[in-house]
Antibody
Framework: EVQLVESGGGLVQPGGSLRLSCSAS????????MHWVRQAPGKGLEYVSA????????YYADSVKGRFTISRDNSKNTLYLQMSSLRAEDTAVYYCVKGDRNMDVWGQGTTVTVSS | QSVLTQPPSVSGAPGQRVTISCTGG?????????VHWYQQLPAAAPKLLIY???NRPSGVPDRFSGSKSGTSASLVITGLQAEDEADYYC????????????FGGGTKLTVL
């Protein structure tokens, strides 16, 4: 069974940092691009970041560029999102998503709350 | 404000047909980029519903169909069922965005 399990969410103060992880199983992780998508409370989906299958290319939404870093460890089947200089508006559920041309498998999400 | 515009809400009675639109522009749908649709049931993660404009993943009922024309795309649900009540999002690509991929604002479907 293809599965994505996020972890690392929690409560963090404004200006703080947090690292999210996503453990993948049930497919050849190193063959697929991976993404992070977030959803603020009561709001729609917002695309955050993507990384190519070998990690050589990365993409970021303007809202997180310069503050977030996406990476992956294909030997550990794990995707990461390092978040720094966090703001209240970064409060959201963060989903790890598999996919090349479309996003066909989603994790259950991990909640990040930025508040003092 | 997304570059892909969806109606905030649509509704229909069981058995009816509903259409959800996704309107873009020349830098996204109008450039020939594929449109994908996702369904998010209450308190659940999104799920891929339609990919590549009009293709259904395995397990998605044929009551769901998609189409694309010009700068817009549509999701059509026929034979509406209570379990279809959910949020629906279109997604495409936009050359003006650094992240490249973009979601529509989402449409809440209510089954009356």
């Amino acid at each position: 069974e293809v599965q994505l399990v996020e972890s690392g969410g929690g409560l963090v103060q404004p200006g703080g940092s947090l690292r999210l992880s996503c453990s993948a199983s049930g497919f050849t992780f190193s063959s697929y691009a991976m993404h992070w998508v977030r959803q603020a409370p009561g709001k729609g989906l917002e695309y955050v970041s993507a990384i190519s299958s070998n990690g050589g290319s990365t993409y970021y939404a303007d809202s997180v560029k310069g503050r977030f870093t996406i990476s992956r460890d294909n030997s550990k089947n794990t995707l990461y999102l390092q978040m720094s200089s966090l703001r209240a508006e970064d409060t959201a559920v963060y989903y790890c998503v598999k996919g090349d041309r479309n996003m066909d498998v989603w994790g259950q999400g991990t909640t990040v709350t930025v508040s003092s | 404000q997304s570059v892909l515009t969806q109606p905030p809400s649509v509704s229909g009675a069981p058995g009816q047909r509903v259409t959800i639109s996704c309107t873009g522009g020349s830098s996204n749908i109008g450039s020939g980029y594929d449109v994908h649709w996702y369904q998010q049931l209450p308190a659940a993660a999104p799920k891929l519903l339609i990919y590549g404009n009009n293709n259904r993943p395995s397990g998605v009922p044929d009551r769901f169909s998609g189409s694309k024309s010009g700068t817009s795309a549509s999701l059509v649900i026929t034979g509406l069922q209570a379990e279809d009540e959910a949020d629906y999002y279109c997604q495409s690509y936009d050359t003006s965005l650094s992240g490249w991929r973009v979601f529509g604002g989402g449409t809440k479907l209510t089954v009356l």
